[in-house]
């Protein structure tokens, strides 16, 4: 397969079409690198060599009603997981000098809920506030499903940035969740975008969906016009009702990135959760297709520290992005 053609038509402003996306997803490992070099090819037009650090907070964790089947903090789940109410402002804050001190250029704040409560809102407004008159980080807010209102507060406070996951296809979506529906959350995504906020919307590599689910799932993304999208790999948590499920292995999760990045070529794509543990020795190939990546750890598991990923980034011949105004 001559995959430079994906990567010219896309670079001259053809849209990949899904049946291009299946063959990306379809492509032999002996192919791998060839389409590797093809999302790079379209990620370096668009960011260059840059990769930008994310910092995650759990501000409120392993309280959630919701029934989401791969979560741990979901109260449905018998997980090992901190459960704790909604930090203070102060916390959050503090939170933040750490993020912007190892030069994250986003501060990602998340809360374990369907939805957040008035208090939710005015203590992350609040935080927002103070994190941007004091520091040089965006700030972006994980709250749950986010009605009009909600929204306009964040944004007025000074939150840039919105995340509620699709998580998968919408024919996929009633496998693994039904307290809520994929409806609710591309609701949430669309207010979001209304208040003036940027939608950072992406979902998760490896729950049991089939490659057309993948495929529908970023062409949704690409519909929605979402600013940025985390693609998380699948590492099962004890616990949750897919604990016994595998890893995708890492050249599955490759695909599914450089996937992504050609069907939504100058949009933030991210390597997210479970980049370590599916991964492994390979992680640095993420980032030909990706242009961020979350440092750090993620909200009930670890990972490589922000000297490590530091390291990884400038041995692979990329540099780590400058602070945004």
Not at 55 to 65: D, E, H, P
Not at 152 to 160: F, M, Y
Not at 272 to 282: Q, S, T
Request: hydrophobic share 40%.
């Amino acid at each position: 397969m001559d995959w430079s053609r994906y990567s010219g038509g896309v670079l001259d402003g053809l849209a990949l079409t899904p049946g291009e996306a299946m063959d990306v997803l379809r492509s032999p490992d002996d192919e791998l690198l060839a389409v590797l070099q093809a999302a790079f090819e379209v990620r370096r037009r668009h960011f260059g060599r840059d990769v930008n650090l994310h910092v995650l907070r759990n501000a409120k964790s392993g309280i959630c009603g919701e029934d989401c089947a791969f979560c741990s903090q979901s109260v449905w789940a018998e997980a090992p997981v901190a459960r704790y109410p909604l930090q203070s402002v102060e916390e959050i804050v503090q939170g933040a000098r750490e993020a912007a001190g190892c030069g994250a250029v986003k501060y990602c704040i998340v809360t374990s809920s369907r939805a957040p409560t008035e208090r939710d809102v005015e203590v992350m407004c609040e935080a927002a506030r103070r994190i941007k008159k004091d520091l040089a980080v965006r700030v972006c807010a994980s709250l749950g499903l986010l009605d009009a209102g909600q929204a306009r507060r964040l944004a007025a406070a000074g939150v840039d940035r919105y995340n509620h996951n699709l998580e998968t296809s919408r024919r996929f979506f009633p496998h693994i969740c039904s307290t809520h529906t994929f409806d609710d959350r591309v609701a949430t995504v669309r207010a979001a975008k209304s208040a003036g906020l940027e939608a950072c919307c992406g979902g998760i590599i490896g729950l049991g969906e089939s490659l057309e689910d993948r495929v529908d799932w970023a062409f949704t993304l690409r519909e929605l016009d979402v600013d940025a999208i985390p693609v998380n790999f699948f590492n099962p948590r004890p616990g949750t009702r897919l604990a016994e499920a595998r890893k995708p292995a890492p050249a599955e999760c490759l695909r599914a990135l450089a996937m992504v990045r050609l069907v939504n070529p100058d949009r933030d794509v991210r390597a997210a959760g479970g980049r370590e543990a599916c991964l492994g020795h390979l992680q640095p190939l993420a980032l030909f297709a990706a242009n961020s990546i979350f440092t750090r750890g993620y909200l009930t598991t670890g990972g490589q520290s922000d000297d490590a990923d530091r390291a990884m980034i400038e041995e692979a011949g990329f540099e780590v992005g400058l602070i945004e105004a």
